[in-house]
DNA sequence: CACGTCGATGTAATCGATTCCACGACCTCG
DNA sequence: CGAGGTCGTGGAATCGATTACATCGACGTG
């Protein structure tokens, strides 16, 4: 492959006019552009990143390791945060950690190795020594969706406590009193977070949520599938089961469904993260919606801002409530899918806030 | 950070006994072995893979051109393809094509500059230059699921010629007649190949397959919406509709619905790819399922060959018929979801080529 | 005892870019 | 007319690794 010196020769300057054209420093003549440009042509050069990075020490690329690429949630985010990048000039590499806290770390420890010139990431556990002490040592880093705390890194994310309250609310005006939920892992932020909101709302309700509600799950199906089959055993299963993201859902529906049993009739089912799909499940899956594109974006600018000498922004977005049948209201007849939010239902006016 | 002279300070040797300690070279002495890696270990020191690949001329890094990541196959493809790479030692850097050409080749270009060792294409298009160029000029290179014909590169797909005959004797046996197919691209493999197989399968039942029930779609969920609506619009519209992905077929539903229509009373519906959320869809939906992740891990495979001077292989594995409920026949129990296929219901035995 | 061999180590070239510095040509202004 | 400036250019150092080659001491052997 033709490197710079061949173009120099080709073009009968020095290797350092080449580089000036090539990153169009001011001072090179007219003459010289145009040899140079054409010997570029002529000898289909391409210059080399590689060597390029090593003496600028920058990459010009983010890092961004997530907790499941398969979840769509993830993909959605990933694809938001390459788009952002683009845009800025960088280029992204997705590490998938696939909830493993050691396969996390062979990402980060890869990525680092490349020089990435900043990470994204969203934790898979609550305190890898490696991330906090890249963080320490001064890697631009900014985490997304789920964060470690006590780390001085900004944290972009959405915020589903008014989300999950309405939720609670629309359960309960629906005369539904034993709800259940299927909580992430307590080591992720989002895990112990969604639970807490899902207590507080209950509480306020006067609801209990005896510690038989609440199954232990890991965000993959398998689990949504295992926990629920846990509460059908129960002597006094519960009315409702709350998934606390979209994989562990469909995990619960493979076993209601494996026990012959219907949504909601026989039981409820709702969802953290919304998915195009809940449109069509049967029966249509109330959910809770994240603006998963904006918050890939706004996780981009910051740590953008931050590698660039800015000063970054932590970000903060509501989540909000998507209400379906698979508690039992009636269906609304949809709008067509608006940008940013998968083809959904408004909640009904009067039930945003509704009570106290 | 830490370089390799630092190291050598450190531990009182040159930075070539450095690198031969973490290169492990035979001939270095155990005392200065231990010094050496001690020094790392105080200096938290890591090799620079930007500096050691300009010296190798080797990323160990594969490229990874997928055409949309947002689609539930490409995404499993791609963590297959990461899983299989990761153990031979081996990272990979996905490029989202998003079905864009022009954004394809800027993944593709990004890529070379990056120098990667090799790479994997599923193409957006039927003959983009650079990647044509690419690989004539000796980029180690495989296409996986599509393909661009006429270039000598080998190609890991699976066929689903098989497959699409059996869901065509599958709606014949149920009485359809009328069967419209939403197809993709013509400009992808895919694309032409499936509304080819499904063109054939047809003609061996003696039904007629008339334009007005190819629709042009583009394998993304809007394109099959707007198709499928003037599938509707038809003075006699068909049977059934084949969507060629399951992204066309998730549009196709959302037209039906929006008409107020049932699937498969009033219109039957099936789809190229299987997913997790179709035993799970109103109703459930019969789709051809491909073994995606052993797709990955053979392109990885041959990939790596290729670039390790053994000779690569073409491979073409078997996509299979899964029938659900979606174009008429009455439900089977589904049995647990095994490995590599999604929750899925085998095809009742009397129908696997069960005609001519 | 001298010489060849082998193991351990260091010196320096190299990969392909960027960029500081120096230099010559030419221009401008006092 | 000469001092000082600007412009275009090339030479060479540099980034952090790997590795060919040289060196040197110890040791075995004829």
């Known amino acids: 492959m033709a490197s710079i010196k061949d173009v120099a020769a080709e073009a009968g300057v020095s290797v350092a006019t080449v580089s000036r054209v090539l990153n ?11 040899r140079v440009l054409a010997a570029v042509e002529a000898l289909g050069y391409r210059p080399n990143a590689v060597a390029r990075s090593l003496r600028t020490d920058q990459t010009r690329t983010l890092g961004l390791v997530i907790s499941d690429v398969l979840n769509p949630y993830f993909t959605e985010l990933a694809r938001s945060v390459e788009e952002e990048a683009r845009a800025l000039g960088y280029s992204v590499i997705i590490g998938n950690a696939d909830e493993r806290p050691d396969l996390q770390d062979h990402h980060v420890r890869t990525l680092l ?16 020594p490696l991330i906090v002490d890249a963080a320490r040592a001064g890697t631009p880093m900014v985490f ?3 964060w470690i705390p006590g780390v001085d890194v900004p ?8 989300a999950v309250r309405d939720l609670v609310a629309h359960l309960h005006g629906l005369g ?11 080591a992720t932020t989002t895990g112990s977070e969604r639970v807490e909101a899902f207590r507080a709302a209950m509480a306020e309700y006067g609801l209990p949520l005896p510690d038989a509600y609440i199954g232990q799950g890991d965000f993959q199906a398998e689990s949504g599938r295992r926990v629920t089959e846990g509460f059908l055993d129960l002597a006094e299963p519960p009315e409702v089961v ?3 993201d979209n994989l562990m859902a469909l995990g619960a529906l493979d076993a209601v469904r494996a026990r012959g049993l219907r949504v909601p009739q026989d039981i409820a089912l709702a969802a953290f993260d919304d998915i195009r799909w809940f449109v069509h499940t049967d029966p249509p899956i109330t959910a809770i919606a994240q603006p998963t594109g904006e918050l890939g974006r706004a996780a981009v600018r910051a740590l953008v801002d931050r590698i660039e000498g800015r000063p970054p922004q932590s970000v903060t977005l509501p989540a909000r409530l998507v209400v379906r049948r698979s508690c039992g209201e009636p269906a609304h007849r949809e709008p067509p899918a608006p940008e940013e939010f998968p083809a959904s239902v408004e909640p009904s006016p009067a039930m945003n806030r509704s009570q106290t």
Chains 1, 2 share one sequence.
């Open 144 to 146: 997304v969706d789920r």
């Open 24 to 34: 169009d420093h001011p001072s090179v003549s007219e003459d010289a552009r145009t």
């Open 176 to 186: 539904h009193r034993r709800l259940a939920i299927i909580a992430g892992p307590a």
């Open 113 to 128: 190795d490349r020089r990435i010139d900043g990470l994204l990431v969203s934790p898979t556990d609550g305190g890898s």
């Open 155 to 162: 944290v972009v994310r959405s915020d589903g406590r008014a």
């Open 242 to 244: 709350f998934a606390a």
